[in-house]
């Protein structure tokens, strides 16, 4: 059967493993008060199994030279691997890209989850019930107030990263402040003992060109954006009224969170997509 392997990497990751964990449940998602405004912007899956052919051992009655090639029955059709990405997601020129999707042809869609004030305890027993990696973007605050929370939202494959220390507004402060907010709030997760990824997200979903530069100094791969939204129980698309391969998904720690990952993973499998890890798409820079 399939192991219920952690999405850590690009590597372990199988369409099959995220199909169960969409199809086994309902699903997602929500904002929190801290961001109030554009942060509630709008905006099927491979096995690696192949065709088995084995050899049956000789038995005692055989002579060893008699050995017999033997097809086995065929396995059922599968879709094909993930390919990831189209091309790899790296800072260029020092900058960070801004992106809002993974541009792949995977039947694939990201969870992400901000801010972090409301901690609803049935939102890491959810994910981590269905097998859903969420990748979650947090603030210094919450991060401090309860971090096995947060290891538990994200025990299913998901990655912790940096969203600022105190959720400002980038565009109005300096870069030395920039820095101080992106790199300051990666190195909480790492002191507090979090899975830390590499990952940036702006307070708002607002930003400048010093935040690309700070944020890939910062280790960070790319700032990310959204082009789907949950709010109020509710799957918003920024075009079209279906996901689309390679969506992210923005939702907040809110109260509403639990009915909106809910509704997600109804979405999700109506439209025919798994929740796959945003670090198999988005590789760390080691790598
Ligand atoms: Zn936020």
């Not at 109005?172 to 909480?188: H, L, N, Y």
């Not at 075009?239 to 907040?252: E, M, Y």
Request: with cysteine.
């Amino acid at each position: 059967m399939i192991p219920n392997l952690p999405f850590r990497n690009r590597a372990r990751f199988t369409p099959a493993i995220a199909v169960v964990g969409a199809a086994a449940a309902a699903l997602i998602l929500a904002a929190t008060t801290a961001c109030t405004r554009v942060d509630r912007g709008i905006g099927s899956s491979p096995t690696d199994r192949t065709e088995m052919t084995t050899t049956i051992p000789p038995t005692s009655t055989s002579a060893p030279s008699t050995t017999t090639p033997t097809t086995l029955p065929p396995l059922p059709p599968v879709p094909p691997l993930p390919k990831g990405p189209s091309s790899p997601i790296v800072p260029v020129d020092g900058l960070a890209p801004l992106i809002d999707h993974i541009d792949t042809t995977d039947p694939v869609i990201f969870l992400t989850i901000d801010d972090g004030m409301v901690r609803d305890p049935r939102v890491p027993a959810f994910l981590i019930e269905n097998n859903i990696p969420a990748t979650l973007f947090l603030n210094e605050g919450p991060v401090r107030s309860d971090p096995a929370y947060f290891a538990r939202v994200a025990s299913a494959g998901g990655s912790i990263n940096s969203h600022t220390r105190s959720h400002p507004d980038l565009r109005k402060v300096s870069a030395d402040t920039q820095r101080r907010e992106i790199c300051g709030m990666f190195d909480v997760i790492s002191e507090m003992g979090l899975a830390r990824g590499h990952i940036f997200r702006s307070p708002y979903g607002v930003q400048n060109a010093t935040t690309q530069r700070v944020a890939a100094q910062c280790g960070a791969m790319a700032v990310l954006r959204w082009r789907v939204a949950l709010n109020d129980g509710m799957v918003q698309f920024q075009q079209g009224q279906k996901f689309r391969p390679g969506d992210i998904v923005l939702s907040h720690f809110r109260d509403d969170l639990y009915d909106n990952l809910v509704e997600l993973v109804r979405k999700a499998k109506e439209d025919g997509v798994v929740i796959a890890p945003l670090d198999a798409y988005i590789l760390p820079p080691s790598r």
